[in-house]
């Protein structure tokens, strides 16, 4: 199975042309205000005209409470012509009609009318003198008038008939007010007093609401001007921002691109002919030489070996970099791995007296399944650095499989050392490309300082993680975590015979790590285990019990 790593480019947004957008915002905007305007101006009107029918409905019921039946019935006769004008209570209602005009100036008229049945006769008009701003109302005094439906509904109902908005047909546009004179002890409407607020009164409001109308949409006009404005330098200065960071991504991929190609190809050509000298030392080195060319054979064998490693680094960074990296998942055997990266060092740690040892803490029933390739490179980059920065003590490798689920298995490799540490300020920069602990570090033990930074970035790229802890003075150690997915293959190893229950194995060393590791690997056969660090030890013990099925004895 091949895993490519996943590009990381971004999708390029589509957006509309900036002057569009702007003309587009602009008139949201505008919509916009002018709606919330017009529901503002609409509420104020409606406010004050309410407040200006309340005013009529108050001083005009106040006129009615007064009006008595003989007032109505003598106005009444009066506009009939069968009495005189000039009577008592001609005068009284004379007198409360100007009170009535007095309490509202701005009324176009006030009318009494006599009710019977379903028609009323108006028997006493009055109007204020008019002017400019109030016109006359037609004079309608004598005129017998039906009795609307609505305003019949409202009388029975014991409220104030409103009749808003008359036609212009009917000689004045404006609202009447309607109040009933009811009989003495009973409900039948013998008159009613009425008032008529015509264009005069409510000119005032339609004009201001006009004018507000006006003002706001000029206001929403500039609003939206200044917003289309600055929409349009906004998405201009966006549209100029993007293309150049447009821009500058594809020239830095492009330098990216020709740096990898560079370094594959520089590279490639550089080890071609470095293989043919090491091939060449190496020949040569299998032939009798004196101890003078032997010595200068083997140092040109090291020196081309060391330069092959480092044109490896730089090639495994160059295509980690251009994301040219794919990854070869199979099952694996993570104990054999491990046990074929020590065995490389096993020379070397012991040419510098160290401690070489690898342990297995946990197992799981089954092998995971990844690219076996690139965690022996990340583990050869950890042993290696472990190996070149102790000087004395120990190496040790620490494996353990755990089974997470039926399905994954959790994979931790951690390898320690006794060496030289790293301080807490630089162990975050370790990772960094050419970068190492301190600039004396490079001098002393050599380097590119892309080890650790490719093995990050190959940890990454199997979804896993890499981290160190450190104390100057006292080693390090680096872990390694990856939850990898479960094989159907058995991690139990092939042994060809098991020892019976019970056997007994004498482990011998003065190297502590090893001496564990060896300890661990007779218990999980089943045998019974007794440790020497010394030699004089193990001949006591077999001078005392001579009967071992194993014994393992390696001493420095």
Known sequence: MIVSRPSTASPRRTTLAPLPSAIIAGLVTAATLTTLGAVSVFSMQRIMERAAVREMVSATTAVAFQLSPEVVDAAAA???GRAPSDTAPAHQLGRLLATLVAALPGVSSYEVAAVHGD???VVASQAPAGGPDLPRAPER????????SDVRSAWDADSVAIVSRLARSAGVDGIRVWVPVRQPGGRRVIAAVGALAAESRYGRIDQ???RTIFAGLA???ALSLIAALGRFRAERS???SDAQLVAAKEAAEATA????EFLAN???EIRTPLHGVLGMTEALLAMPHTEADRRSLAVINRSASSLLGILNDILDYSKLEAGRVDLVNAPFDPRALVDDVTDLFAVRAEEKSLDLAARETARADHWPVGDAARIRQVLLNLVGNAVKFTERGSVQVELSTVAIGRKTIALRIAVRDTGIGIAPEVQERVFEQFSQAEGSTSRRFGGTGLGLTISRQLVLLMGGKISVASVPGEGSEFVVDLQLPASTMSSEPTVLRRFPMGERALVCTDLAGTRAALTELCVRERLAVTTCATTDEARDVLARSPEFAVTFCEMQ
Request: glycine share 6%.
């Open 266 to 268: 520089m590279s490639h």
């Open 238 to 240: 966006r549209a100029a």
């Open 78 to 80: 009066a506009a009939r």
């Open 208 to 210: 201001d609401m006009r």
């Open 257 to 260: 691109r020709s740096r990898g």
């Open 219 to 221: 206001i929403s006009v």
């Open 141 to 148: 005094l004598g005129q017998t008038l039906p009795v609307a």
């Open 119 to 121: 028609s009323m006769t």
